[in-house]
């Protein structure tokens, strides 16, 4: 059945760099566009961007533009995100989640599976 | 960037009550509205995608309903197991907000 497995919860300090995985089971990894969501109780849940596994190509929410790296490994069917220069600001889950795109009946967009979410901690 | 205005934010209900959470989008998402619940410490779960699909599992107490920029998820006699978070989220281009979630509590 589809999964999509995140990496461990981590801490890290100030001003370091994170890489986030989500590796994909179940499915064909690059059939389906893999966007990456952030939580806190602050703000929310927030759209980071989107990466197209099959072309590598992405799209970003401005606020993250320059905070976040989107890639795919197509051969291991895994996701990363890269989270740089972290701040306080920065300590939240992060979720992967596959979009659906269909156009069976009507056009429809929607987050179907996501991940069980990797608690990002930044502290010193 | 369209903005998504869900309210309210927190809703006390007892069990077998019927209510109504509703999202404002800052312009018109044609229908491209989901709807997700979430559980405490646990990944949002899809409910309603289009404004009104059922997603696969999901029980008929729920419905949605709206269009333009005005949306609202609905659930019948309230069950034990509802009681939790709630967020929509547009799809009508990048990005793709949410709205800021409610709180569903026993009362």
């Known amino acids: 059945q589809v999964q999509l497995q995140q990496s461990g919860a981590d801490l890290v300090r100030p001003g370091a760099s994170v890489n986030l995985s989500c590796k994909a089971l179940g499915y064909k990894f690059i059939d389906y566009e893999m966007h990456w969501v952030k939580q806190t109780p602050v703000h929310g849940l927030e759209w980071i961007g989107v990466i197209h596994p099959g072309s590598g190509g992405t799209a970003y929410n401005q606020k993250f533009r320059g905070k976040a790296t989107l890639t795919a490994n197509k051969s291991s069917s895994t996701a990363y995100m890269e989270f740089s220069s972290l701040t306080s600001e920065d300590s939240a889950v992060y979720y992967c989640t596959r979009e659906v795109i269909s156009t069976v009946v009507a056009t429809s967009y929607y987050f179907d599976f996501w991940g069980q979410g990797t608690t990002l901690t930044v502290s010193s | 960037d369209i903005q998504m205005t869900q309210s309210p934010a927190s809703l006390s209900a007892s069990v077998g009550e019927t209510v109504t959470i509703t999202c404002r989008a800052s312009?018109?998402?044609?229908?491209?509205l989901a709807w997700y619940q979430q559980k405490q410490g646990k990944s949002p779960q899809l409910l309603v995608y289009?404004?009104?699909t059922l997603a696969d599992g999901v029980p008929s107490r729920f419905s949605g309903s709206g269009s333009g920029t005005q949306y609202s998820l609905k659930i019948n006699s309230l069950q034990p197991e509802d009681f939790g978070s709630y967020f929509c989220?547009?799809?009508?281009?990048?990005?793709?907000?949410f709205g800021g979630g409610t709180k569903l509590e026993i009362k």
């Open positions: 289009n404004a009104k």
């Open positions: 989220q547009h799809f009508w281009g990048t990005p793709y907000t």
């Open positions: 312009g018109n998402i044609h229908n491209y």
